[in-house]
């Protein structure tokens, strides 16, 4: 029985139904996975096997293809980013600034390496920003920019007026304004004058430029008048000028917010030229894409924070040792640092007989600081509880409306040539001499000088 149930099982039966034959398998062809019978691989399974072992194959080539694809794009970011500027050979120093600062060592020493640190990263930071205003249209690339374009200067400010240092932001803001409107701009007229016996601009934009100066040096001017005419006592005296400094904060604020329309927008046909880019910047655009460029800004900003907290950390213990004063480190030394990028955009472009694009570098630069991030550092100090006032000193205050007078006589002809840049070059001189010389008040400039009377 046994042997008749197994050969039952090997064959293949065939039975009519309704006049159709239908074959029934065996045993074996129907349960081949059991394992009850053994049957050697066909042909359709040893090429399933193969398209298998193929697609294991493509998938692992195109994971390493991806991984080196990935990795080509992440060494043309860092090579482009370092290439941009000859200033990012600096950025040995920032590994060396922030263990420096980590570590405690002598403050000079830590002053220095994260001085020194700051200047290339400010570089890669404007980078990032121009590759990312690049992409997203005239109107919101403009606004990044305005954003973003002084965010050194911004970060080192917000740190200092988080520690209560008001003469440091108080020259650290005056300090950058004269350094893009006569170092960076008496250097351009300069370097494009020994080239070139005269260059032009359009000089209803430095017009426009200049006027919108000159109200900012108002700014100054109403509040350290107001100071010194006002007979209340102390306290009222302070509160009165920080409302008046507030208020006009915000009025500047305003009046920026309305130049970026005016710029941008309903007459941004005026500004086509200056915006321009030269032929070799429009070959090698588009560099960075949009998300590399907003990762590597805020890479950069983070690691600028640090090193700006560390540098401010040190600033009094530095200012004793190096026996200068602290108004001279923020005038001076401080905006070398945010200004060091553009200063060599600018003197490059001038070099090249673009005049034009150089002013609006640096005017443009001074109308973002006093028009933007003054009165927002005014209105920030306004909520930390920071008594920052737009009250800068007598002296100051002369010293930036003295320039902007002397700057607006040099550019309504819409002409300059080498001796223009002497001039400017000369000023700053003046005025970065005096301020070595000069001490510091007993409590700040401005608004700490308030602070010392209301104290008594």
């Known amino acids: 029985m046994a042997a008749q149930g197994l050969a039952a099982t ?6 009519h139904r309704h006049g159709s034959t239908t074959k029934i398998l065996s045993f074996c062809d129907l349960v081949p996975s059991v394992g009850l019978v053994t049957t050697e691989p066909d042909e359709h399974s040893r090429l399933l096997d193969h398209t298998q072992s193929s697609e294991q194959v493509s998938t692992a080539h195109r994971e390493r293809r991806s991984w080196v694809h ?3 794009n992440t060494f043309r970011v860092i090579w482009t980013t370092g290439g941009s500027n000859p ?3 600096l950025l040995v120093f920032v590994p060396f600034g922030i263990v420096a600062g ?10 220095l390496l994260n001085f020194l640190a700051m200047i290339p990263l400010a570089s890669i930071l404007s980078f990032a920003t121009e590759e990312l205003s690049d992409k997203l249209g005239n ?12 965010a050194v200067e911004m970060i080192v400010s917000i740190i200092a007026l988080k520690n209560n240092e008001i003469q440091l932001v108080q020259a650290s803001m005056l300090g950058s304004i004269l350094s893009n409107l006569l170092l960076v701009l008496g250097c351009c007229f300069l370097a494009g004058g020994i080239k070139h016996h005269e260059q032009f601009f359009n000089a209803t934009v430095a017009s426009t430029m200049s006027s919108l100066l000159a109200v900012a040096s108002a700014s100054l001017i109403i509040p350290a008048t107001i100071y010194d005419t006002l007979t209340l006592k102390p306290l009222d005296r302070q509160d009165t000028l920080l409302t008046i400094s507030r208020g006009t904060a915000v009025v500047l604020l305003i009046l920026y917010i309305i130049y970026l329309i005016f710029q941008l927008k309903t007459h941004s046909n005026l500004f086509d030229e200056e915006n321009q880019p030269e032929a070799n910047d429009q070959e090698n655009a588009h560099t960075l894409s949009p998300w590399a460029a907003g990762m590597l800004i805020i890479i950069v900003t983070v690691t600028v924070a640090i090193c700006a907290h560390y540098l401010i950390k040190v600033i009094d213990p530095f200012v004793e040792t190096a026996h200068i004063s602290k108004t001279f480190t923020g005038l001076i030394l401080i905006p070398i640092i945010g200004n060091a990028a553009e200063h060599t955009t600018a003197v490059v472009v001038a070099w090249k007989n673009k005049m034009g694009l150089a002013i609006a570098v640096a005017m443009g630069s001074c109308l973002q600081i006093a028009l ?24 100051e205050t002369v010293a930036f409306a003295v320039s902007v007078f002397v700057v607006v006589l040099l550019i ?14 000369a000023l700053y001189g003046i005025i970065a001499l005096a301020f070595a010389l000069l001490p510091d008040h007993p409590a700040g400039v401005g608004g700490g000088k308030v602070l010392d009377n209301a104290a008594v």
């Not at 109107?139 to 002084?150: D, I, P, Q």
Request: charged share 10%.
């Open 412 to 425: 309504q002809d819409g002409k300059s040539n080498y001796l223009e840049g002497v001039l400017c070059l």
């Open 102 to 111: 980590a570590f405690a060592v002598n403050p000079p020493t830590v002053f």
């Open 87 to 89: 200033l990012n050979v």
């Open 139 to 150: 109107t919101l690339g403009g606004l990044v920019n305005a954003s973003f374009g002084n």
């Open 70 to 72: 990935v990795s080509a």
């Open 372 to 395: 933007f991030v003054t009165p927002g550092l005014v209105v920030l100090g306004w909520i930390m509880d920071r008594p920052l006032s737009l009250h800068f000193g007598m002296f």
């Open 10 to 15: 090997n064959l293949r039966l065939d039975f």
